[in-house]
């Protein structure tokens, strides 16, 4: 019996979509061999869109290399995107950019593809419209994190669990100078959960004199949290959040390093999403 592989397994035969998809013969497979097979599970079919950015290089490898997935579709700017609906997709895992992910979600909706998302720039305006669209098709599942890493989920856990016993809350994040928003969508979600905290403890605003200011001196004002965005050349993904009361401060501070650390969550929200119909937002629930 001749079994052609679905997935290639060297790094050259994961094709760009549109470029032909190696394969290899491996030879004839053992008895064994063919009923243990009958028994595996189908692989979940996963198309990656920004397969050629930062973080999509590392998603189509860490999917190539998960045993339960099936790369079947890389798009990147440019390309079609009825490549990855033709190549059969089940899940569609997106890391692309703020003013274009809207369009490719409708899309996904629209072929009925579940969406594991981690670009950036989701409003509490945009997550409401995603929850609009997925009314239409109730059974799809779209988990959209802010961020995979799981040291950043509970560091923002952590400063949500801490935010109500501190006056001051400040939060200072640090990526690398290629990223196109500010500040970035882990501070934005990190400021949004303090405030929540804070208001459900019935807090005032911090403390702040400042009468006097050059724009911008003060961070950016996310739901009363000031936020504070550095971009710089040798750093990665970078995030401290600070509290200050009468006599101490906390400060929770998370790094990234490697894209690798994304890659757990972003495979275990792929895993689970077609399990999880409707709007998830960030990973905290999906872990055990
Ligand atoms: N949630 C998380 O854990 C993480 C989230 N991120 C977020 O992920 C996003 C991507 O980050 P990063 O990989 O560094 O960025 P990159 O700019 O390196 O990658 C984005 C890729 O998407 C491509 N692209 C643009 N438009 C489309 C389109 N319509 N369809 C498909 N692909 C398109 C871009 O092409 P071109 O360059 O030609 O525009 C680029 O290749 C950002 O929003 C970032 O903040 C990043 C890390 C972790
Ligand atoms: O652009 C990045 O790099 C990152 N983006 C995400 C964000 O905006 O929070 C996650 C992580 O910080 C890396």
Redesign the pocket.
């Known amino acids: 019996m001749v079994v052609w592989p679905t997935k290639p397994r060297t790094p050259e035969g994961v094709g760009h979509v549109g470029a032909p998809v190696r394969s290899y013969y491996p030879g004839p497979m053992l008895d064994e061999e063919i009923a243990v097979e009958a028994d595996e599970p189908e692989p979940l079919r996963v198309g990656v ?10 998603v189509c490898e860490a999917v190539d290399a998960a045993e339960d997935m099936e790369l079947v579709a890389m ?5 079609w ?1 009825f490549n990855v609906s033709d190549a059969g997709a089940e899940v569609v895992i ?8 809207m ?2 979600l409708h899309w996904c909706i629209d072929q009925g593809i579940h969406a594991v ?5 989701f409003t509490a305006e945009r997550l409401k419209q995603l929850e609009g669209w997925l009314t239409a098709k109730p059974e799809l599942g779209m988990v959209v ?5 799981i040291g ?1 989920v509970l560091m923002m856990r952590f400063a949500q669990q801490a935010a109500r016993y501190f006056e001051s809350a400040e939060i200072v994040e640090m ?2 100078p ?4 500010a500040p ?3 501070a934005t979600r990190t400021a949004e959960l303090i405030a929540e905290a804070r208001q459900a403890a019935g807090m005032a605003a911090a403390p702040d004199a400042t009468a006097h200011a050059l724009d911008g001196a003060r961070g950016a004002d996310v739901d009363g949290i000031r936020v504070h965005s550095i971009r710089a050349t040798g750093s990665m ?1 970078h995030q401290e959040v600070l509290f200050g009361g009468p006599g101490e401060t906390l400060t929770i501070r998370h790094d ?1 390093v490697d ?1 690798a ?2 890659m757990p ?2 495979l275990l929200a792929a895993r689970k999403v077609r399990g999880l119909p409707g709007l998830t937002v960030g990973i905290d629930s999906l872990l055990d």
């Open positions: 869109l920004g397969a050629r950015g930062r973080m999509g290089v590392a798009v990147d700017a440019g390309d995107l997106d890391f692309t950019r703020p003013d274009v992910v369009e490719n998302v981690g670009t950036s720039g994190a802010p961020n995979f890493g950043a990526h690398h290629a990223k196109v928003d970035s969508g882990t993904a990234s894209r650390s994304f969550g972003v």
